[in-house]
């Protein structure tokens, strides 16, 4: 083919800039938002996995805890071990600046001694560091290191305080020096300090205990695990150092799978434009294919040159989506690590990090995507022969003719929608459910033709009467234009039918955590360290606190809280000691099958204390690092070490009573309650007996409820806090909540605690009202993004809008002449393109709020069952019905007011020209 | 009565001026066929669309039945195209969207009629002019001949007192021709409806009541 052709589909290009530039911005605004939630998931997962390579460096392998600290004196057990080479210990815990500069960093409780096999930092005096800095460093209790990149972002020096706070404390710290990594690699974006384990264990209240112990083996790697097998106690798991970061990924993997899905979208309304803008063109330039075909172009060069101006339109607009997607993934970046923090783990990173690959994928895609948009028309124009290339009133009648077998065709899509939406496939992504999405807004777009025709033809009378010739002809422009109309109707219905399925979506989530919220979190004032994120775990409520408060004269009953992050098969899960007393009095945890009375009493029953038999094969010693018990309580009996209230009757704390009985026979498994998505997740029912990895070795409990949960931190067991601590040997206390005598009272018990803890901690207390205000804050700040990109593709369907009425006003140039030759009035010429757009808005919107309707379902009971295990009660939200109504009534008046104010100019001149 | 005084019209294209009518001064009486003859370019259909309204003069009057067109404002305008004036044009220029039925009705609907009354007085002209088993069809399903007739009683349709016809037989073959203007000839003659006909084609001088020919934008004498 000779190259001198691609001139004609470039000139056509350049003789409509208009049409040309709104099919290259749709899919520029399509690639640019895909792009900028690819870049912006991939830079804040690489710098959570270069977090994880930095801290586990050469490390083969890694022992570590099942939601516990390991007992130190494991550590010279293992180094002693011939199979291994180098070990080092180390813990770690996420604190929060307390200083001018907020937010997270990582402090690494090391020995310096062990660390240099195992990490690159430069710790040596050989190093970055000065002989006073390495002393300081060894022999000062608050002395710290800071990473290069922290200490350039802090502007700190050797000597310069470091306030930071450590759960509700603040301390201040004191910078002795600055290290580095050859690698460049570091945790949190840079944001790592170093402290001698000795005092980290101290700062962090964990003496005794380590995170984990990086090993490396002396002969082959893969027999270490072996090797070591015999010494280690219940509770302590050996795994390889990158399994935390593949455990990491699978927590938010649900979260970025649905932006990256969402923003696939905006891509997708794009590819409508191209499709119309490609059909559009081989319609107009049907006698210069006739032409092109009679001096003897083939049918696969005519296909080649209709491909080759969809191609253009995709190269430009990817380009430019490239420069787009870059520029907004910074915004995106930073909405997503706030999102990934509060809900997740901590994840910190200032900039995007802009991956070749990614780019070709993003650019490929928009490519793809315009060349399968053009496909069809350009076949279409390829297979027509000589003779009969396309005329207008052809088409029309072809479609027309079609327009029933179209419909079946999208009736059929909507079955195999409805197969994949019952279609379960194991524990993967829920890409049934994704593609069961695609085909019903397919079946929607396939349904338009048929609608429009019916929708114009059925109002013809009525609108005729009503409106006189403008409404006859409006809606028979509408019923006869289905090759200019029914795309733009499509696209728009899609991006709208988008919006209101997410819309949808969003609200009756948002109102069934609202219901959660009140219905599972029972309490007046929720009371415990003010942290950055829903997964600051190792964050305690100081040890005094609980006592103190269980002597206040308006508190009624105390519930606590303890909550830790463990593996359990290839996932992340909570465990979580709550006072379960507490909650059978006042009620609490949304169960989907029972009361929760009724199961707390049977909890209660159940002999919590069967889990401490002894179970696994005997080891040398227990993984109990005999951490000093920071409150006042026993472990056996929480209640025990409590006074009453002087002048009220004993307080009823939790884990007390039938809650921490002995065992009743030596078979009975302790009952637990478990998450809706733990459930989900790993397929368990009321009844089930679980295998839980403890401290003190497997524990297996029984599912005695299964509850509905919305936090996002991962699926969660829940148990008796008698039974959390004899399991793990844990006396921590994440938070409390307080019941109190008087509810009227809450501002009041407020204020006091305020003023009690206000000067020495950092205390958050926050009454009902506030915590569901948080959670619902955090909800909507979660769901802005997904906004967003459903904003997007509404603005690329407007683009198809006014594309539309503009070409078909262009288009209908003689023809409109003609009427007004003929004697139309401005008035009903005017009227006809009106009336005509609004039938066309109205379409959209109706076909966008049936399609949005079933999509919501499909969103609400399958996709979100299947990627996060909740049930989303369903809420009607009249309301976006309503705006959707109204955006869509607005927009396309207001995309068709330009082309009616042209088509109401005196266009006799087109005719008689044509004369 | 149509008078034209002193008429000329003048086409800017950038900076360049085309005269295509100078100073013409013509008459046609009620009742009359005249048709308008010369070469392509002379002049002669810039002539009828200042006659039909459809675009201004430069200079000098246009009257119909003695009202100045160019004080007509565009409202005016548009009644005066649609309730005295029928056009005509080579390409026909029916509406594709509509049937031939609904094309001849279109004049009398936009005029306010009711679509049952409009259809009932199309289906009447379109018998007239020998379409009467086409009336369902598209313009793309008939020839070009029978789309030249359904665009002719869409001209009659509105009882205009000038029908005005710009190379009504350009796009038909001779024969086909013929009968158009035999049907010109024949509706001028039963309906005493005045036509100025607009050709190139010296022939149809044969059906016409009184030949004008023109030049270079002159009537010649």
Redesign the interface.
């Known amino acids: 083919m000779k190259p001198w052709l691609f001139r004609l589909p470039l000139a056509h290009l350049r003789q409509n800039p208009g049409r040309t530039l709104l099919g290259i911005l749709g899919i520029a605004l399509g690639t640019a938002v895909y792009l900028s939630i690819s870049l912006a998931g991939a830079t804040a997962l690489k710098s959570f996995e270069n977090g994880v390579t930095a801290v586990s460096g050469q490390a083969q392998w890694r022992l570590q805890g099942v939601g516990a600290p390991l007992n130190e004196a494991l550590y010279p057990v293992v180094r002693r071990q011939a199979a291994v080479k180098a070990a080092a210990p180390v813990v770690e815990s996420v604190l929060e600046l307390a200083g001018p500069h907020r937010g997270p960093v990582l402090l690494l409780g090391i020995d310096p001694f062990s660390e240099r096999a195992f990490r690159d930092y430069e710790l040596s005096r050989a190093g970055d560091l000065s002989d006073a800095a390495w002393l300081d460093f060894l022999t000062r209790p608050d002395a710290v290191l800071l990473s290069r990149p922290l200490a350039a972002r802090l502007h700190l020096k050797a000597g310069d305080p470091l306030p930071v706070l450590v759960g509700a404390k603040k301390r201040r710290l004191r910078v002795a020096g600055v290290f580095s990594s050859p690698s460049g690699l570091y945790p949190l974006d840079g944001a790592v300090m170093l402290m001698d384990l000795g005092p980290a264990q101290e700062l962090l209240d964990r003496l005794g205990g380590l995170d984990y112990i990086d090993l490396m083996a002396a002969g082959d790697e893969a027999l270490l695990p072996g090797d070591l097998q015999k010494l280690l106690p219940p509770g302590v798991e050996m795994v390889r150092p990158a399994a935390q970061g593949s455990r990491a990924q699978g927590l938010v993997a649900s979260y970025r799978l649905n932006l990256a899905v969402l923003s696939a979208i905006a891509l997708f309304v794009g590819m409508f434009l191209i499709y119309q803008s490609v059909t559009l063109s081989v319609v107009r330039r049907r006698r210069e294919i006739g032409l092109l075909r009679t001096l003897g172009l083939t049918p696969g060069q005519v296909l080649t040159l209709f491909l080759a101006e969809g191609l253009v339109s995709g190269l430009l607009g990817g380009l430019i989506g490239l420069a787009l997607g870059v520029g907004l993934a910074q915004g995106v970046l930073a909405v997503m690590t706030r999102n990934l923090t509060s809900l997740y783990m901590p994840v910190a990173a200032q900039a995007v990090l802009v991956q070749g690959g990614l780019l070709l994928q993003a650019w490929g895609l928009a490519v793809a995507a315009t060349l399968v948009a053009a496909l069809l028309p350009a076949r279409e124009a390829a297979r027509t022969q000589v003779r009969a290339v396309w005329?207008?009133?052809?088409l029309?009648?072809k479609i027309e003719a079609r327009a029933g077998l179209i419909f079946g065709w999208g009736l059929v899509a909507l079955i195999l929608a409805g197969v994949g939406a019952n279609w379960k496939m194991g524990d993967g992504p829920p890409w049934p459910g994704f593609v069961a999405a695609f085909l019903i807004l397919l079946a929607f777009a396939l349904f338009t033709p048929l609608a429009a025709r019916l929708l114009g033809l059925g109002l013809q009378p009525v609108l005729?009467r009503r409106l006189?010739?403008a409404g006859?002809l409006g809606c028979?422009?509408l019923a006869?234009?289905l090759s200019r109309s029914a795309v733009s109707i499509a696209a728009l219905a899609c991006a709208l039918g988008m919006l209101i399925a997410v819309t949808v979506m969003i609200g009756s989530f948002r109102r069934t955590v609202n219901d959660w919220v009140s219905r599972s979190i029972s309490g007046d004032i929720f009371f415990g360290p003010a942290v950055f994120s829903t997964a600051a775990y190792d964050q305690f409520l100081p040890p005094e606190v609980a006592p103190e408060l269980r002597l206040d004269p308006d508190v009624a009953d105390i519930y606590l809280y303890r909550c830790v992050r463990l593996p359990f098969r290839d996932r992340y899960i909570l465990v979580i000691g709550g006072s379960f007393e507490v909650l059978a009095r006042h009620g609490g945890l949304w169960f989907r099958q029972g009361d929760t009375r009724e199961i707390m009493g049977r909890v209660g029953e159940g002999g919590q204390g069967t889990g401490v038999r002894g179970q696994g094969p005997a080891a040398p010693f227990t993984n109990s690092p005999k951490l000093p018990s920071p409150t006042p309580y026993e472990e056996e009996n929480v209640g025990a070490g409590l006074k009453p209230a002087p002048t009220e009757a004993p307080i009823k704390l939790a884990a007390s009573s039938s809650f921490n009985q002995k065992p009743k026979t030596k078979n009975q498994k302790p009952f637990v309650v478990i998450s809706e998505p733990l459930a989900e997740t790993f397929h368990y029912k009321e009844g089930d007996t679980i295998t839980l990895p403890t401290p003190s070795g497997p524990r297996e409990v029984r599912v005695a409820g299964v509850f509905y949960d919305y936090r996002t931190d991962g699926p969660s067991i829940w148990m008796d806090i008698g039974l959390f601590r004899r399991y793990w040997q844990d006396t921590h206390l994440n938070a409390v909540r307080l019941y109190l005598k008087d509810p009227g009272k809450v501002p009041e018990v407020q204020a006091r605690l305020q003023e009690r803890y206000g000067d020495r901690y950092r205390l958050l207390a926050l009454s009902h009202r506030d915590l569901r205000q948080g959670i619902l804050n955090i909800f909507d700040e979660t769901f802005a993004l997904t906004y967003a990109l459903e904003g997007v593709a509404v603005v690329v369907a407007v683009f198809g809008i006014i594309t539309t009425f503009l070409v078909l006003v262009m288009e209908r140039e003689?023809?409109l002449a003609?009427?007004?030759?003929?004697?139309?009035?401005?008035r009903?010429i005017l009227g006809m393109v009106l009336v005509e757009s609004g039938l066309a808005s109205f379409l959209s919107f109706i076909l966008g709020a049936a399609c949005g309707s079933v999509l919501s379902l499909l969103l609400i009971l399958v996709i979100n069952k299947q990627a996060f295990g909740w049930t989303i009660h369903l809420y009607l939200t009249p309301g976006i019905y309503w705006q959707s109504l109204v955006l869509v009534m607005a927009l396309g008046l207001a995309a068709a007011a330009y082309p009616a104010w042209r088509a109401i100019q005196?266009h006799?001149?087109a005719?008689?020209k044509?004369? | 009565m149509i008078e034209l005084a002193e008429v000329s019209k003048v086409y800017r294209r950038g900076p360049e001026e085309i005269l295509a009518l100078q100073e013409v001064d013509l008459e046609i009486a009620s009742g009359e066929f005249v048709a308008i003859t010369g070469k392509s370019g002379c002049g002669k259909s810039t002539l009828l669309h200042l006659i039909g309204g459809l675009e201004p003069a430069s200079r000098g009057t246009v009257r119909l039945d003695g009202r100045d067109l160019a004080r007509l404002r565009e409202p005016e305008l548009t009644r005066f195209r649609r309730d005295r004036v029928g056009v005509v044009f080579q390409s026909f220029n029916l509406l594709p969207l509509l049937t031939l039925l609904e094309n001849v009705a279109l004049p009398r609907v936009l005029q306010g009629a009711s679509f049952e009354e409009a259809r009932v007085e199309a289906g009447r002209w379109l018998r007239e002019v020998g379409l009467e088993g086409r009336l369902n069809h598209r313009p793309h399903q008939v020839s070009g001949g029978e789309m030249q007739r359904a665009a002719i009683a869409r001209a009659l349709i509105n009882s205009p007192a000038v029908v005005l016809a710009d190379e009504p037989t350009g796009n038909l073959d001779s024969v086909t021709a013929a009968q158009v203007l035999e049907l010109f000839s024949r509706l001028h003659r039963e309906f005493m409806k005045t036509v100025v006909l607009v050709s190139h084609a010296p022939e149809v001088g044969n059906y016409a009541s009184r030949v004008i020919r023109m030049q270079d934008g002159r009537l010649l004498p």
């Open positions: 005329h207008r009133e052809e029309e009648e005729g006189g010739a006859d028979r422009y006869g234009s003689r023809e003609l009427l007004q030759a003929i004697g139309a009035s401005r009903q005196p006799l001149a005719i008689l044509e004369e």
